[in-house]
């Protein structure tokens, strides 16, 4: 990892997301700019904030929702205690943030873009609608359980279609899976890319559609991670060693911190 990659930031804000929610689970960090050059939506930071001290010594990884020269934005959910004790981040506190780590997601702006996001996997597509020169041509589909406010969706509804789909009862996922592979075979048909990030049940049910059709997807993984450079494979992931070949089925592991977080759909094993 270069030196200038790794910085303090100062915490500039962090605003919780969920009108509905008395103990808020979801936040916006927003952080002053590292002064990072460039980066592709899909890729990541590992945060980590210095309060931790020695008592957790993990950084965790969030996607990067927004950096330019004013602020790094960050969006997560409250879910163990790594996340808990960036909720409880204030103003003019200071964080260690590495990054941009990873491979960012492909941008075909010509091509008709079908965004699949699965709860907090909706993350890394608010930069994507931002950076996309042509917004029109892309859709998305929004699987979630949490209310919809608890989640960033104003910015991406200026700008794109969304459809949004609240599952609270088993009859909804169906509809989920369902309007899941009318979408994917849909776009396929088109031959058009499709792009998706949230948890691995999700992933996995569009991987398979994604064979199924023959799609051109690319899916981005949210591995537990440790170092996020590489050096400790804790994050590693099964990918095919030969994807020119069905027949080839012999497979090996690859970190997702740097070959990932996105990979290409047929390269994997999930
Ligand atoms: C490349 C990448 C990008 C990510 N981007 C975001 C993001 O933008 N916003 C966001 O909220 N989260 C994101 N995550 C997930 C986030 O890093 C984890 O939710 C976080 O590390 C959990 O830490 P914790 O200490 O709160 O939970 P822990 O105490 O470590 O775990 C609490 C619970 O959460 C589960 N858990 C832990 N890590 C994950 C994970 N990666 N995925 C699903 N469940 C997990 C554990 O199994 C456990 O049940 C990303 C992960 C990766 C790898
Ligand atoms: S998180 Fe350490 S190798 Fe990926």
């Not at 960050?74 to 990054?99: H, I, M, Y």
């Not at 609608?129 to 998305?140: G, I």
């Not at 609270?168 to 990030?197: H, V």
């Not at 899916?219 to 450079?229: D, F, K, Q, T, Y």
């Amino acid at each position: 990892m270069k030196a200038e990659r790794c910085v303090e930031l100062t915490v500039l804000d962090l605003v919780p997301f969920g009108q509905s929610e008395s103990d808020p689970l979801f936040f916006a960090l927003r952080l002053s700019c590292p002064n990072w050059q460039q980066w592709t939506p899909g890729q990541f930071v590992m945060v980590r904030p210095l309060s931790f001290g020695l008592e957790i010594p993990w950084a965790r990884p969030l996607g990067i929702c927004q950096l330019n020269s004013q602020h790094l934005v960050c969006f997560f959910q409250v879910l163990g205690r790594g996340t808990r004790r960036l909720a409880q981040l204030r103003p003019a506190d200071k964080v260690l943030v590495w990054g941009p780590l990873g491979n960012g997601f492909a941008m075909e702006e010509h091509k008709p873009t079908l965004l699949l996001a699965g709860g907090m996997g909706l993350a890394p597509f608010v930069g994507y609608v931002h950076r996309h020169p042509q917004p029109w041509n892309l859709n998305m589909l929004f699987g979630h359980r949490p209310p919809l406010d608890c989640y960033p969706v104003d910015s991406i509804n200026e700008r794109i279609t969304l459809d949004t789909l609240r599952e609270t009862t088993p009859g909804d996922l169906d509809n989920l899976i369902f309007s899941l592979e009318e979408r994917i075979k849909d776009n396929a048909e088109q031959n058009g890319l499709i792009l998706a990030c949230g948890p691995l049940p999700f992933l996995r049910t569009v991987h398979g559609f994604v064979l199924k059709y023959k799609a051109r997807a690319q899916l981005s993984l949210e591995n537990r991670m440790a170092c996020g450079v590489g050096a400790c494979l804790g994050c590693v992931t099964k990918v095919r060693k030969n994807n020119q070949d069905p027949s080839d089925q012999e497979t090996s592991y690859q970190q997702v911190c740097t070959r990932g977080p996105v990979f290409w759909a047929h390269d994997l094993v999930l």
